[in-house]
């Protein structure tokens, strides 16, 4: 293996998370990546500052720390974390910032998809409610206390990302290579429309179906996949052929 430095792979989570899906990834991702996981605010130790549901406050919070990577990184996103990694690489790309070596976005249909979960962003709680628990994500009183407001938000975000994303660009045009990720019993973003992410960028895109259903992010296929695409950026590159001339000495 190289004797590069390992490859940053920065995670977002999906909507009323913290960051525990991604407590098991070292074991997972092989060597030669590390696992950056992100905390938005309002939640776990972030949870007195207030929650962004806006494109702008999204990133006045995350773009100062992408400014001077020290080598390539790879960004991944789960559901709404997929949302915030796509707002965020092309805000990077769009201020003349290093972006990206990959775009991993899994569970997370693309901005010009319906999205069942964000769509109801504005629904009752009751209504909300219902919908989470026919995808056995919610359940409890303690649920609709603690978690429910921290989803709501988290929501309103994901359905304002996707607007954004939306909206005509300005500039030369997104390149990133995307790496797409569906989970094979996914009914919120399944593999068909997970693969319309190939419309968002003019870079390569590579889709992939993993066993599971929304939440595979928690098994292990996801972050080995992953830590097998990091590597592939440690690779060094691959050396011409010297030029020949012909005709003899």
């Keep these: 293996m190289s004797d590069a430095p390992p ?36 939640r776990a130790r972030r949870r007195r500052e207030p929650r962004a549901t806006g494109r702008e406050a999204l990133l006045a919070g995350l773009l100062d720390g992408f400014r001077s990577p020290a080598g390539p990184y790879v960004l991944y996103g789960h559901s709404l974390g997929a949302l915030v990694a796509y707002t965020l690489a092309r805000a990077l790309h769009e201020a003349g910032l290093p972006t990206p070596a990959l775009l991993a976005v899994g ?63 300005s500039g030369t045009a997104f390149r990133v290579p995307v790496l797409a990720v569906a989970g094979a019993g996914d ?6 429309v997970t693969a319309g992410w190939h419309r968002w960028t003019a870079g390569r895109v590579i889709t992939r179906t993993l066993p599971g259903d929304h939440f595979f992010v928690r098994e292990r296929p996801l972050p080995r996949l992953l830590g097998r695409a990091c590597r592939v950026l440690r690779r060094p590159p691959a050396r011409s052929a010297p030029a020949t001339t012909g005709g003899h000495t």
Excluded: I, K, N, T
């Design 107 to 169: 569970a997370c249909p693309p901005p010009d998809a319906p999205s069942p979960l964000s769509g109801a962003c504005r629904e009752s709680a009751e209504r909300l409610r219902e919908l989470l628990g026919a995808h056995d994500a919610a359940a409890g009183d303690l649920w609709q206390r603690s978690v429910l407001p921290v989803l709501r938000d988290d929501l309103l975000l994901a359905d304002a990302l996707r607007a954004a994303a939306r909206r005509p660009a």
């Design 7 to 42: 490859v940053m792979l920065h995670c977002f989570a999906h909507a009323g998370a913290g960051v525990s899906a991604f407590h098991r990834w070292p074991a997972h991702l092989g060597d030669g990546v590390l696992p950056v996981p992100h905390l938005l605010p309002g």
């Design 187 to 192: 009914p919120l973003a399944p593999p068909a």
